[in-house]
């Protein structure tokens, strides 16, 4: 069964400084990869998502995510951290070879940015 | 646009009781997911529905019920609630099961006393 591991259950950050999300997943083939963000007492949204046109991804509020197939990893990064990115995020993945293939989540990794 | 909506937002059952979780989404997907989110375990699938007429258990289904009622509705239904379930619980649809991006309701807080 495929499985996301997020490294770092917290992570803090200054504002303006680099953000860096990890995020790995078990599988031989390449799944389907996913960032999603979720604001305090709200559903998740959407971030970025691999499907394999192109191994950088660019996402809404200037995140991006690279996949890295030898290292099995598709971190989360953005440039610069601003106040409103505090919020947790999680990693998903979708198997690509199984019919019907759920989504299935990391433990997620909550966001603290510091002024 | 309403996207996915799920009733009620708050609930408080005591130990025992019934209840259902109601899920709609007007995006015309064909996939229906309901998930539970506890501290530090992400969010894990109850059940899902890949279409309409059917329905999969997954990674924590025992004690839940599902309904694919419709293309749209998607029910969750707990027969004898207990304090393990006390959860948030969000509804999810999507185009299709494999690849596409999930939209998620607001949630629904469980409290079971």
């Known amino acids: 069964a495929q499985s996301v591991t997020q490294l770092g259950s917290h992570v803090s950050v200054s504002e303006g400084a680099l953000v860096l999300l990890r995020c790995n997943y078990s599988s031989s083939v390449p799944p389907y990869l996913f960032w999603y963000v979720q604001y305090p007492n709200q559903g998740l949204q959407l971030l970025l998502k691999y499907t394999s046109a192109a191994t950088l991804v660019k996402g809404i509020n200037g995140f991006e995510a690279e996949f890295k197939k030898s290292e099995t990893s598709f971190h989360l990064t953005k440039p610069s951290a601003h106040m409103s990115d505090a919020a947790e995020y999680f990693c998903a993945v979708s198997d690509r070879e199984t019919s019907g293939s759920r989504l299935t989540f990391g433990e997620g990794t909550q966001l603290t940015v510091n002024p | 646009n309403a996207g996915v909506t799920q009733t009620p937002k708050f609930q408080v059952l005591k130990t025992g009781q019934s209840m259902t979780l109601q899920c709609a989404q007007d995006?015309?997907?064909?996939?229906m997911y309901w998930y539970r989110q506890d501290p530090g375990m992400g969010l894990r699938l109850i059940y899902y529905?890949?279409?309409?007429?059917?329905?999969d258990k997954g990674e924590v289904p025992n004690g839940y019920n599902v309904s694919r009622l419709n293309k749209r509705e998607f029910s969750l239904r707990l027969e004898s609630a207990a304090p393990s379930q006390t959860s948030v619980y969000f509804c999810?649809?999507?185009?299709?099961?494999?690849?596409?991006?999930?939209?998620f309701g607001q949630g629904t807080r469980l409290t079971v006393v």
């Open positions: 995006m015309n997907h064909n996939s």
């Open positions: 529905s890949a279409s309409e007429g059917t329905t």
């Open positions: 999810a649809s999507s185009l299709f099961p494999e690849g596409t991006e999930a939209f």
